[in-house]
Structures are given as C-alpha cells and as structure tokens.
C-alpha cells in the first residue's frame, strides 16, 4: 500500500517511489509472470465522479512508474475504487490521508 496523497494529489513522493522500487525487485525476482494489480482509492472529499477519476489517475502513476522499472504493461491492470474502501472512518485529516492510497497486488493473493 502506498499512501499519504496530499488532497488532489497523484504525485508520488520519494517515499512512494522507494516502497515501488522494493516491490518492483520484488516482483521482478519472484513473480516474473503473475499479474498485478493497482487499485487507487481516495478519501470521501469531493464527488464520487471526481473521486474516480482521481483514483484512476493515482493507479495508472503507479501503473507507469512500476513499467519504468521493468514489468511488462500487459501484466498491469489499474482499477478505480474512488473511496468506496476506506481504510479507516474520514472524520480527521489524518484519517483521510490514510484513505488516499494505491494498493498493489500481486495475482489474486497480496
């Protein structure tokens, strides 16, 4: 999981980045042919179209960043999820961070 969008945000931080770089080894290494994964939430702040869209765009970064370090685009499928899952209740900012995110699984397993 990668986490911590400010508000609006589809940029990752060096910290995101770093978190990508170990999992892309690590799929590199170890799962050279499953299927992965990249689920983007957010928080309940804005619409729900909005929200789509947002998350979307924050898995196919990820989605870009992880073909950069090598994994066939084929292998990749991006998926919306807007904030339909929180993590924890949206009653705090902190909370909200927590909530804009993008998980990375690898096959149906992780």
């Known amino acids: 999981m990668y986490g911590g969008y400010p508000l609006n945000s589809t940029v990752?931080?060096?910290?995101q980045k770093a978190l990508l770089d170990e999992k892309a080894a690590l799929i590199l290494q170890h799962y050279p042919d499953?299927?992965?994964i990249i689920e983007g939430h957010t928080?309940?702040?804005?619409?729900?179209a909005i929200n789509m869209l947002l998350s979307?765009?924050?898995?196919?970064?990820?989605k870009?960043?992880?073909?950069?370090?090598?994994i066939a685009a084929n292998r990749?499928?991006?998926?919306?999820?807007?904030?339909?899952?929180?993590?924890?209740?949206?009653?705090?900012?902190a909370n909200?961070?927590?909530?804009?995110?993008?998980?990375?699984?690898?096959?149906?397993?992780?």
């Open 76 to 93: 990749i499928t991006t998926v919306s999820k807007a904030e339909a899952e929180p993590l924890v209740p949206n009653d705090s900012e």
């Open 43 to 48: 928080d309940n702040s804005g619409t729900h």
């Open 64 to 70: 870009d960043y992880l073909i950069q370090k090598g």
């Open 56 to 62: 979307q765009e924050r898995a196919d970064v990820v």
């Open 34 to 36: 499953a299927p992965i």
């Open 12 to 15: 990752l931080s060096e910290q």
């Open 96 to 110: 909200r961070m927590k909530n804009r995110r993008v998980v990375v699984r690898i096959g149906n397993n992780e």
